[in-house]
Nanobody, 120 residues
C-alpha cells in the first residue's frame, strides 16, 4: 500500500514536500516514482529513484524538485521548490517492481491514491 500526503495550495514560487508512506513490502528494493496528472492531461512522470539512489527527472522539474527516500521509514519524498501554476496536478507515487526506473507510468505496478497540488 502506498499513501501520499503533503499536497495543498500554495502561491507561485512557494514550496511543498510530498511524502509517500509504503507498507506491505520493502519498497527500498525497487524503483519508486512520482507522477502527476492535471485535468484533461495524460499522466506524466515527474521523478524516479532507484534502489541504489540513482535519480531521474522530467526536464520540466529539473533544478526545482528533488526526489529522495528514507529506507528506514519506508517513505518516499518529493521536495518541490519554485512552484509554478503549471505544476498544478494530482500527484501520485508508484512502485516499479521490474526495475526499469524510467518515467513511463505504464511500467509501474503499484500506485497510491494521490494528493492534490494547486499552485496559484
Amino acid at each position: 500500500q502506498l499513501v501520499e500526503s503533503g499536497g495543498g495550495s500554495v502561491q507561485a514560487g512557494g514550496s511543498l514536500r510530498l511524502s509517500c508512506a509504503a507498507s506491505g513490502y520493502t519498497y527500498s528494493r525497487y524503483c519508486m516514482g512520482w507522477f502527476r496528472q492535471a485535468p484533461g492531461m495524460e499522466r506524466e512522470g515527474v521523478a524516479a529513484i532507484g534502489n541504489e539512489g540513482t535519480t531521474r527527472y522530467n526536464d520540466s522539474v529539473k533544478g526545482r524538485f528533488t526526489i529522495s527516500k528514507d529506507d528506514a521509514k519506508n517513505t518516499l519524498y518529493l521536495q518541490m521548490n519554485s512552484l509554478k501554476p503549471e505544476d498544478t496536478a494530482m500527484y501520485y507515487c508508484a512502485a516499479d517492481l521490474d526495475g526499469y526506473c524510467r518515467l513511463s507510468w505504464d511500467e509501474y505496478n503499484y500506485w497510491g491514491q494521490g494528493t492534490q497540488v494547486t499552485v496559484s
